[in-house]
DNA sequence: GCTGGCACTCGTCGCAGCGGAGTGCTAATT
DNA sequence: AATTAGCACTCCGCTGCGACGAGTGCCAGC
């Protein structure tokens, strides 16, 4: 059961390779006939049989029952995606829609969100990008305002166009001068710094220098710690064309739809999985069970992760059926997950 | 072809009521052998078939063919809901549930995620909720911050612990310094007061009194004007157990399925549906194409708009399939309802 | 080593037959 | 006049059967 690519010879990965093609564009079991009638291979129905068992001997492929033609195994399907495929150039009709959704930053739309439209419309599967980790974050502004009973509302603002809150418990009442006051403070030290940094350096300052600053000062410093504390903002990512994933008859059964529809509304699963690709740079695919994850038994997902200044921001995926275009939807991912990083660098974007 | 109620005598009605009680328990269309067994009835079939004949005339039911006894037609259920049901106590599990998640507001959880949650796991069905009207979202800080090219980042607060943000075009470029004069300016004005008031005094603001005030006021109103000028917070909903949907088998056809999940993507038609509870009190019900959308074609929504000191603010409902338990569903919404509403109530939460 | 031929297996389709459930109608009963 | 019993009828769903087609595995010949 070793699927080694040295256990076949040329002919057979081309036969393999022929196989997987011909289903992923029939959707129906490929029998010796049809492969029979490729004026590449040029074979007659018995060899390819004969090719076709040793195949199935390696896992590549199985038969449904004894009667139907060969479907490709997940493995089957690795060996295709990694040595087989031909990737094809992306239409030019996609390239200019992504270009212009990626390119041209209009104030109220946020680019995560047309990212993950565009990938689900132009490949009529979900698509899904995870919104960028905060290295890439600027803080902007940032302020407090007094609630009841010792907590805090603080309101931060990054980069051009997002606004975040959170409410934070602090060891007394604060009034709002003296919130107003903590937040002048910071604002004066950190802004245009990104989250990370700002993160470190509380933790520096909380450790190092307590003596030389002033009781306000200090105060301020213990908010910034509980507002930016690691974790405190949750992974989350933006989900589009869920529905699309109802059309395929491979994906319809109502359980899987429903396991499938359930991982994505929890996202922590669906984050996880993404979460892997972060290590690598570049295009990754997971075929069917490969994912770990049951919901996504029948599907593939074509993740990539998306830098800016070279440093891994978050990741964007396609999620179809097992079945899918690869030779499309692999260099189609790679191109959307590079025009996102590029619409994404501050240095592109107006000046603060 | 008229359903009217006076058309039947009252052990039709009876009847009627035990046939879609049958049908909504079991799902099966009920054939006249069945209802002949009812101890309450006490009728032949032969009996039940003549009255059932009249039912079908009337369209308050039909079979599916020949031999199949009935189901009830959306007029049946009408009928039913109307004037046949007889409503049940709500289960004392789910009461205290209902008053455990919505009376105790912990800071992070927002009510509306939470009433939506209760609504789908307690029916076992989809639970949504509108978000509140502006009128009781009270307006507790504001704030603008520069952009490039003449935009402004303005960032309000509302009631605890709701931020908003949106970006607005102005007229020329204001410096940090001008913008937080404004800000200082609005919120020294109308801070504590509703975002409908506001939005009314802005506007005469800028008609009456443009004499006796400053450049920098009259700056500083036009933003305002901008910030709140209606339409500009486009109205969302909270949905939950989506999923739960999938499992009724009435539902689960493809397409169905397909149409019902891309309009709660798309919120817009939903919005529009629960829109028209706004004006009722209390609980209203659509059967089936009732709603006039194809995509719950077989699904009813139990609504209820929700209210704040008597100000009706928000609807919220329950969506399953025609056939669900109206007896139970209907007052669940309604306390789920008047516990939101009292939730909501800014008077019983912390005061500033 | 490849190929043609052949027997075999299975799934699908159409068809016929049958039992069950339920109806509508009519005639008898109360 | 209303209710009921009886009966013929309809229609669904199930089952078994045979034909067909697609595709395989294997063997023998090239």
């Known amino acids: 059961m070793s699927n080694n690519t040295r256990d076949l010879n040329e002919r057979s990965l081309q036969l393999l390779k022929k196989l997987v093609e011909r289903y992923i564009s029939d959707g129906q079991p490929v029998g010796s006939r049809i492969l029979s009638k490729d004026p590449e291979l040029n074979l007659s129905p018995a060899t390819i049989r004969n090719v076709m068992a040793d195949l199935e001997e390696l896992g590549l492929v199985r038969s449904p029952h004894t009667s139907a033609g060969r479907v490709p195994t997940v493995s089957g399907y690795r060996l295709f995606v990694d040595s087989l495929l ?17 390119s041209e930053r209009d104030d109220t739309s946020d ?132 529905t699309n994933l109802m059309s395929f008859s491979e994906l319809s059964d109502r359980d899987h739809l429903k ?20 290590k690598a740079q570049g295009v990754q695919i997971f075929i069917g069970e490969e994912s770990g994850y049951q919901a996504f038994d029948h599907c593939s997902l074509v993740t990539s992760s998306y830098s800016v200044s070279d440093e891994v921001v978050g990741v964007l995926a396609v999620i179809g059926p097992t079945r899918m275009a690869y030779e499309k939807i692999i260099p189609f991912v790679d191109v959307t997950a590079k025009l996102l990083g590029a619409a994404l660098n501050p240095k592109s974007t107006s000046p603060l």
């Open 111 to 242: 680019v995560i969100g047309v990212a993950s439209r565009l990938l689900a419309e132009l490949t009529q599967m979900a698509g899904v990008v995870t919104l960028p980790k905060r290295d890439i974050v600027f803080l902007r502004h940032i302020e407090f305002l007094p609630l009841s009973h010792k907590r805090v509302l603080v309101i931060f603002v990054t980069n051009e166009q997002e606004v975040h809150n959170k409410i934070i418990h602090t060891s007394k009442d604060f009034s709002a001068a003296e919130l107003q006051q903590a937040g002048a403070y910071l604002n004066s030290i950190y802004c245009g710094r990104n989250l990370s940094t700002i993160r470190e350096a509380v933790l520096k300052e909380l450790q190092d220098d307590r003596e030389r600053m002033n009781q306000a000062m200090l105060e301020a410093i213990k908010m910034a710690q509980l507002t930016f504390e690691s974790g405190s903002e949750e992974d989350d990512y933006v989900l589009a064309g869920e």
């Open 86 to 102: 031909t990737v094809k150039p992306l239409d030019t009709k996609d390239i200019t829609r992504l270009y212009q959704g990626l």
């Open 259 to 278: 396991k499938l529809f359930e991982a994505f509304s929890q996202k922590q699963g669906v984050i996880h999985l993404l979460d892997q690709s972060t």
